[in-house]
């Protein structure tokens, strides 16, 4: 079993930045080579992709929204990744997710092809 702990939402005005990260713990198994990405939710709109990557690292995947202003890393802890969000702007608003896919595919857009979820962490960006 993999499980997922988002942390890092916060209320922050419009132009300022947040720090999200995710940390996963799996017993007895090795996640670096699975996909990892964040996904954000706003209320009444469908989950939509934000960032992804593999959990070990490497070339990243940005939704064309965010490009630019949000970065995606491994932080030095190799079970936790790290979304750097700057010029932040009032339609960032939304609980974002991370999700695990056990194959090890990046960049995929689709929530239903991620086997494991966070429980989300609300950020809200007032204008």
């Known amino acids: 079993q993999v499980q997922l702990v988002e942390s890092g939402g916060r209320l922050v005005q419009a132009g300022g930045s947040l720090r999200l990260s995710c940390a996963a713990s799996?017993?007895?198994?090795?996640?670096?080579?699975?996909?990892m990405g964040w996904f954000r939710q706003a209320p009444g709109k469908e989950r939509e992709f934000v960032a992804g990557?593999?959990?070990?690292?490497?070339?990243?995947y940005y939704a064309d929204s965010v490009r630019g202003r949000f970065t995606l890393s491994r932080d030095n802890n190799r079970n936790t990744v790290v979304l750097q969000m700057n010029t932040l702007k009032p339609e960032d608003t939304a609980v974002y997710y991370c999700?695990?896919?056990?194959?090890?595919?990046?960049?995929?857009?689709?929530?239903?092809?991620?086997?494991?979820w966070g429980q989300g962490t609300q950020v809200t960006v007032s204008s």
């Open positions: 999700a695990a896919e056990i194959l090890g595919r990046i960049g995929i857009r689709d929530p239903n092809e991620y086997d494991y």
């Open positions: 990557m593999r959990w070990s690292g490497g070339t990243t």
């Open positions: 799996a017993s007895g198994r090795t996640i670096s080579n699975y996909g």
